[in-house]
């Protein structure tokens, strides 16, 4: 007999009038004996919902019992309540302990009853029964003890449900005259028992009739004062002297002390007049996400979500091209501290032609998606990563599939950027501090419910953000270390998984997840199977037969993620556009490419001119500078005017082929090396200018020979002191060679994207679960079986020390009758356990036997045997 005092009831089938698990002809005491009559399927179910309760696997029954009622795992397994679920157990922690059923249903429903919470709380029990949270028959039912302390109201925590203190709790303590006082004026026998004064009063707030006779006596303004007291907090201060109205309440035990100058509604007497309900208002259904008010625009229009949608995907893909291709040859510092600099923040944004909370939003997807890291050097700095390379190969496609999972896994959350930690301490854009662990459950359970919107339907965010608050109300409400960093606008959400949410919504949108607020079909590939057919009102069909009772971290892991991105790149490359292989030359000097070029036309006409404008047409311009900038790169002018002739689908105009005619004629005519830094020439006259035009002088030059100068400054400032002034100079090497200059590709060495943080323990798969509910049982055998009758009994549950002698005598024997023994044993790590073996060989100090335990033929040396004991029955 164990000594816990919590307990679970025995499976049985459902019933119209309760939930599962209806009292049988002996209710189990405890909950190590309700979890033994339990089958394996509902002990694995058990571990799968509380996978906390598996690490380490527990040894029996007992230890799973126990490790079920800590705090911990208690609180863990109440966050991830839905609303009504959790209602229910709170209705319960102001039951009487135990509480049958129909009391549970009367706090829920009320004495008027409510058709839509009857059908819904034997579901909402047989989920807090299968996570171990409730347990007893349906006439006992009781919530373990931690949860109890949890939920029910105490002076220093208010009871959710908003009730006070029972009237034997609040009068606990309180002198027999004043209780005869309260009978007196309450019109109730007085009595000088407490017991018998306590429970008269508690009859009669429990009295329908009478309760209401002695109200209908009371004056309006007391009224008023209960009604303010009613939903909580029931606990109001009152002075040295109070006013007639409380002076009339307190009086008659409507109002109890609670300190001296606190009073507060006692339970019975606020559910008398709450007309008998625990909650002001029970959620038994989930709220609809409804349909956005501008969803008409899109109903029953698909390919205008999926264009909407493929045409962000196809500008996410270039601003993290754009982005990377910026810190080509090297990002910016990593700080002390880690993270990008403000500075260097903004700068980015301006690169970017976006605000600063975007451009850490497309900083974080390139670092979660592995193309983006700190290169560990000396000087850190950031830099793109190997995986960028091979990343630009891939069809557009596929690029933005490998984006998309990323962000749908990442635990990263670039919607902090900017805000403060619990210190004070700004958190930055790449920095250490952004990981939170429920961000990758709260993004793809706002995919889900899109998913089950009809197809092309854009939901309204609010009852989105209303939709997650009902399935984990205790994550939704707790207070995290960013909500002082939350206080903004009125109406913006404070908690941290609302705000999850919200970026969320925004984040998808840019990304191409979804098209004018509506999932996209290629998004719904991605999800895979979760993007099921929605119910009635929006909900998605569960094992468990109620919306949002399976655990949300099962949609953490897609089936096959290879595969549900395969699928996504598969849906969306037709609707993205084919690169083009030309442009379209202008008189003023500029190109327009009416659409994504191939890569290497767009990269060799990035070199030759600049980007002066994107959107549907990226518009290129021509400048003496970026001509000269292709001419140091290596390529000759026959070679730029072949490059525009093969690619231009219009006639090259002339000014462009002059640019180039000029800007090559000059280019090289200067060369210029090093000595500090020289400046030659054949033209001696060219070189004179140089010296009397006075911008040259910060360049302190001074002529060596007719065709030679030299210079203070080195050879990169003298260039660029030179072209400034106008001229088209070249670098030569020692040997006299013109340098070709090209940008230097700086890399990290091979880095792996960061990994998500996990939210709790993984859940654990088929095999684990199957493993561990087998040495449950094995070792809940070794400590229940029935034993023989020992020379020395057993204390505190222990196996009795044996001898030597007595020890191979009894396991001989053993050997000889094939019959099993109860063994202590200690490992050579000095750990000890119980073991239930079958001997069967026992030679050389040693006995090989079938344990039991770990349903296996394990051999023992018999010195590390602390004592044995025989069987009452043979457990094979």
């Keep these: 007999m164990g000594t816990m005092p919590e307990g679970s009831s025995t499976a049985g089938p459902s019933s119209p009038a309760g939930p599962s698990g209806a009292a049988g002809p002996s209710s189990p005491r405890t909950l190590a004996e309700a979890l033994r009559t339990r089958a394996d399927d509902e002990l694995a179910a058990l571990l799968r919902a509380r996978p906390d309760l598996l690490t380490p696997v527990p040894n029996d029954l007992t230890q799973l019992a126990t490790r079920a009622g800590t705090r911990a795992s208690v609180v863990r397994a109440l966050e991830r309540l839905d609303r009504f679920t959790l209602q229910t157990a709170e209705a319960l922690a102001v039951a009487p302990d135990p509480a049958p059923y129909e009391t549970l249903l009367a706090l829920l429903t009320g004495d008027e009853g409510d058709p839509t919470i009857e059908a819904a709380l034997p579901h909402a029990v047989d989920v807090l029964r299968g996570q171990a949270l409730v347990w007893g028959g349906d006439d006992r039912l009781r919530l373990v003890r931690t949860a109890r302390e949890l939920l029910a109201p105490s002076p220093t925590r208010p009871s959710p449900t908003g009730l006070g203190p029972t009237v034997a709790e609040a009068t606990a303590g309180m002198s027999p005259t004043r209780l005869q006082e309260i009978l007196a004026a309450a019109g109730l026998p007085t009595t000088h028992d407490p017991v018998s004064a306590v429970a008269s009063l508690t009859s009669l707030f429990t009295d329908r009739e009478r309760m209401a006779a002695l109200l209908d006596t009371a004056p309006p303004e007391a009224l008023t004062v209960l009604d303010r007291l009613v939903w909580g907090p029931p606990y109001g201060e009152v002075t040295a002297t109070p006013a007639p109205p409380v002076r009339w309440l307190r009086d008659r035990g409507l109002l109890l002390p609670a300190s001296p100058r606190t009073v507060v509604l006692p339970r019975e007497a606020a559910l008398y007049l709450r007309a008998g309900r625990a909650h002001r208002a029970p959620e038994p259904v989930p709220p609809a996400v409804a349909p956005a008010a501008t969803a008409s625009m899109t109903a029953g229009r698909p390919q205008v979500v999926d264009s909407a949608a493929a045409a962000q995907a196809y500008t996410a893909l270039t601003t993290v091209e754009d982005l990377l291709k910026d810190w080509h040859e090297g990002g910016p510092a990593v700080m002390r501290s880690g993270g990008l600099s403000v500075r260097d923040l903004k ?225 969306l490359a037709p609707l993205l556009p084919e690169p083009l292989d030309h442009v379209l030359l202008q008189a003023d000097l500029t190109a327009v490419a009416p659409g994504p070029l191939e890569r290497p036309l767009a990269e060799t006409l990035a070199v030759l001119a600049d980007v002066e404008s994107k959107g549907g047409a990226t518009v290129y311009r021509f400048t003496p500078g970026s001509v000269r900038r292709a001419l140091d790169a290596g390529r000759s002018a026959s070679e730029l005017h072949t490059f525009l002739a093969t690619h231009s689908r219009t006639p090259v105009p002339q000014p462009l082929s002059y640019l180039i005619d000029d800007v090559a004629r000059r280019h090289g005519h200067l060369r210029i090396g090093a000595a500090s830094a020289y400046v030659r020439c054949d033209d001696d006259a060219l070189l004179g200018e140089i010296l009397a035009d006075k911008r040259s002088q910060g360049l302190r030059l001074r002529r060596l020979a007719p065709t030679v100068l030299a210079a203070h400054a080195d050879p990169a ?96 024997a053993a050997a000889m009758t094939g019959s099993a023994l109860w063994i202590g044993y200690v490992n050579a790590d000095g750990a000890a356990s119980q073991r239930v073996i079958a001997p069967v060989r026992v030679e050389g100090g040693f006995v090989t036997a079938y344990d039991h335990t770990a349903d296996e033929v394990r051999t023992y040396p018999l010195h590390r045997i602390t004592g044995v004991a025989e069987l009452a029955d043979d457990p094979a």
């Design 717 to 812: 400032t003298l260039l660029e002191g030179l072209r400034a002034m106008g001229y088209a100079p070249a670098a030569e090497s020692a040997e006299g060679d013109v340098l070709i200059t090209r940008a230097h590709a700086r890399r990290t060495p091979p880095r792996t994207p960061p990994a998500p943080v996990p939210d709790g323990p993984p859940v654990p798969d088929g095999m684990l679960l199957g493993a561990a509910v087998k040495a449950i049982r094995a070792g809940d055998l070794a400590s229940t079986v029935v034993r023989k009758p020992v020379p020395e009994p057993a204390r505190n549950g222990e196996l009795p020390r044996t001898t030597s002698a007595e020890t191979l005598a009894t396991v001989q």
């Design 347 to 571: 700068r980015t944004a301006a690169a970017l032609d976006t605000n600063e909370q975007m451009a850490g939003f497309w900083l974080e997807l390139a670092y979660t998606a592995g193309l983006l890291a700190s290169d560990g050097e000396a000087d850190e700095r950031y830099a793109p990563t190997p995986a960028y390379d091979d990343w630009l190969t891939l069809p557009a496609a596929e690029r933005w599939a490998h984006l998309a999972t990323a962000w749908l896994g990442a635990t990263r959350t670039p919607g902090l950027i900017g805000s403060q930690d619990a210190k004070g301490r700004t958190l930055s854009a790449l920095g250490p501090e952004l990981d939170r662990s429920s961000a990758a459950e709260v993004r793809r359970r706002v995919l889900v419910l899109l998913a089950a919107l009809p197809p092309a339907t854009a939901p309204a965010p609010e009852t989105v953000l209303a939709r997650l608050r009902w399935e984990r109300p205790l994550r939704g409400g707790a207070a995290s270390p960013d909500t002082n960093a939350a206080r903004s606008a009125a109406g913006t959400p404070t908690d941290l998984r609302s705000r999850i949410a919200a970026w969320t919504l925004t984040e998808a949108e840019v990304l191409g997840i979804t098209g004018r607020g509506a999932l996209s079909t290629h998004a719904r590939a991605l999800l895979g199977t979760h993007a099921a057919l929605p119910t009635a009102g929006g909900a998605l069909p569960t094992a468990g037969g109620s919306p949002a009772s399976r655990p949300l971290s099962d949609e953490l892991v897609p089936p096959d993620s290879a595969e549900l991105t395969a699928r996504a790149a598969t849906a």
